[in-house]
Every structure is written in C-alpha cells, then in structure tokens.
T-cell receptor, first 112, second 112 residues
Framework: EAGVTQFPSHSVIEKGQTVTLRCDPI?????LYWYRRVMGKEIKFLLHFVKESKQDESGMPNNRFLAERTGGTYSTLKVQPAELEDSGVYFCASSQRIYGYTFGSGTRLTVV | GDSVTQMEGPVTLSEEAFLTINCTYT??????LFWYVQYPGEGLQLLLK?????DKGSNKGFEATYRKETTSFHLEKGSVQVSDSAVYFCALTTNRDDKIIFGKGTRLHILP
C-alpha cells in the first residue's frame, strides 16, 4: 500500500508570506495527525483529525495556523503569515489505531 | 506534564561498536514506550515498542527494556552498522489521548 505522502518536501518562503503544506494519508485511515519539529527540539503534536473533524487541536501554536481535512481524505496545513519561528520540519501521520501510526517523510519549512 | 528526555547527540561510533542511547521519561500512569528512527530522506519509522514494565522491545538487532523503577527505556545494539546512521527518537503515549510525546532526538553517525 502507498504510505503517507507529504508535499512539498522542502519550502523556503519569506517572512510574511503564506505556505500550504499537504498530507495524503494512507487510504482508509480515519486518523490524521500533524506534528512539528523545530530545530534541535522535540517533535511536538499540533493536531488530530478523525475523518474530517478536528479531534484535538491543542498543539496548534497560534491562529496563524489553519488545518483542514475536507472530505476526510487529504489534509492541508496553512501558515499565514509565516514567521521565522515557524521554520522546522512538519510531519504528518495517519492511523487506524494508535499503535498503527505511519509517518510521512515530512516537509522542511524554512522562513527567511 | 509528560515528557521524554534523551541523550544529546550527535553520537559518532565506529562500525561494530556497542551502542547505547539513554532515554528517561516522566509520565503519570503507565505509558507505552517507543523508539522511532528517521533515516536520511525518509519518514519516521517505528523501531520498537514496549507497553508494560519489564517488557523488552526488539527489532533489527536493537533492544530496549521498559524499566519502571528507573523510568528509563534505553536503546542498545551490540554491533552497529553504517546503515544504522539515522536520527533516533524516544517517545511515549498514555491512555489519556492519542498524542505521541517525543524526545529531542539523537543523531547517530556510524563510521566504516
């Protein structure tokens, strides 16, 4: 089966611009998660979708971040406007059960 | 709150050396413990896991034992290979929610 796909793999944008990250989960996986790793720090939870509903968005850092999962398939994470501290690697994961997490290869975002 | 602390990297070893990456945790209740690995250019992969005290997780020659008395889950391998070069993340989950709590990661370099 195809894995979790994220794109772009890399993105370099200027401060104040908008960037949209996309995640395509494994087909049939109801659970979709976003995590972020800021340079040298822990990978931190951002939010969790169950199908198209936000189950938990307690990790979203502020209202510049907007996540959507229309139709319960792929998800997008938009950062608008981007700030320097948003730089990092954004991981997406999907699962049917918690022990069945499959992670994507991540999107490396650099804000300059 | 719940947290994971792992040894700082990078760790550089020669091929066939013995590896230990230390990991300790803080959590209420009885967490499940994991080691994830990220090889260059790839996503996070589950390396091994343990769900209760004294369990030993193992995979690809790596082992880790869930030590409740020392709240530790140290990763070991008896003879590392160049192909083991990667970033290793210690992590935990609790029964309260679906979030994975990660450590900061340890970069491992194996020299031929």
């Amino acid at each position: 089966e195809a894995g979790v796909t994220q794109f772009p793999s890399h993105s370099v944008i200027e401060k104040g611009q908008t960037v949209t990250l996309r995640c395509d989960p494994i087909s049939g996986h109801d659970n979709l998660y976003w995590y972020r790793r800021v340079m040298g720090k822990e990978i931190k939870f951002l939010l969790h979708f169950v199908k198209e509903s936000k189950q938990d968005e307690s990790g979203m850092p502020n209202n510049r971040f907007l996540a959507e999962r229309t139709g319960g398939t792929y998800s997008t994470l938009k950062v608008q406007p981007a700030e320097l501290e948003d730089s990092g690697v954004y991981f997406c994961a999907s699962s049917q059960r918690i022990y069945g997490y499959t992670f994507g290869s991540g999107t490396r975002l650099t804000v300059v | 709150g719940d947290s994971v602390t792992q040894m700082e990297g990078p760790v550089t070893l020669s091929e066939e050396a013995f590896l230990t990456i230390n990991c300790t945790y803080t959590a209420t209740g009885y967490p499940s413990l994991f080691w994830y690995v990220q090889y260059p250019g790839e996503g996070l992969q589950l390396l091994l896991k343990a769900t209760k005290a004294d369990d030993k997780g193992s995979n690809k020659g790596f082992e880790a034992t869930y030590r409740k008395e020392t709240t530790s889950f140290h990763l070991e391998k008896g003879s590392v290979q160049v192909s083991d070069s990667a970033v290793y993340f210690c992590a935990l989950t609790t029964n309260r929610d679906d979030k994975i709590i990660f450590g900061k990661g340890t970069r491992l370099h194996i020299l031929p």
